[in-house]
């Protein structure tokens, strides 16, 4: 399976409502975004903003959720390359598609900060994906 997209956006990355697990009782709720680094920004930064993301979950004691990363891949004159620009990310069972999402503490805000000072989220879908 290919999946090319492009850029990352992170408001809404806590924001997907609850009900989303309603409409998706037989599957796994999704939130996938492309991101965009920015100029000043990198991969590394990105990238750790990503492991203190999950860090908060686990310090928030969920465990179920799964933040994959994936490099977005261009075609230059016909050419396969991994994009510089771009990074596709995967939170798997986000606690808000059930309605668990702990409260924004100053823990979230400071890899929040980390995602804006590296990234930006230019596609943001919530998915079913089959169990």
């Given at each position: 399976m290919k999946i090319i997209l492009s850029a990352f956006c992170l408001t809404a990355v806590f924001a997907v409502p609850a009900m989303?697990?309603?409409?998706?009782?037989?599957?796994?709720?999704?939130?996938?975004?492309?991101?965009?680094?920015?100029?000043?920004?990198?991969?590394?930064?990105?990238?750790?903003?990503?492991?203190?993301?999950?860090?908060?979950?686990?310090?928030?004691?969920?465990?179920?959720?799964?933040?994959?990363?994936?490099?977005?891949?261009?075609?230059?004159?016909?050419?396969?390359?991994?994009?510089?620009?771009?990074?596709?990310s995967i939170h798997y069972d986000p606690p808000a598609a059930t309605g668990k999402q702990p409260a924004q503490d100053d823990g979230y805000k400071a890899f929040v900060k980390e995602f804006r000072e590296n990234s930006d989220i230019t596609t943001e879908k919530s998915v079913c994906l089959p169990k």
């Open positions: 989303a697990a309603d409409v998706c009782a037989n599957g796994q709720v999704a939130i996938i975004r492309v991101s965009t680094l920015k100029t000043n920004g990198s991969r590394a930064g990105f990238d750790k903003a990503v492991q203190d993301q999950i860090a908060w979950y686990r310090g928030k004691g969920i465990t179920t959720n799964k933040i994959v990363e994936a490099n977005v891949i261009e075609f230059n004159g016909g050419k396969p390359t991994v994009s510089a620009k771009e990074v596709l």
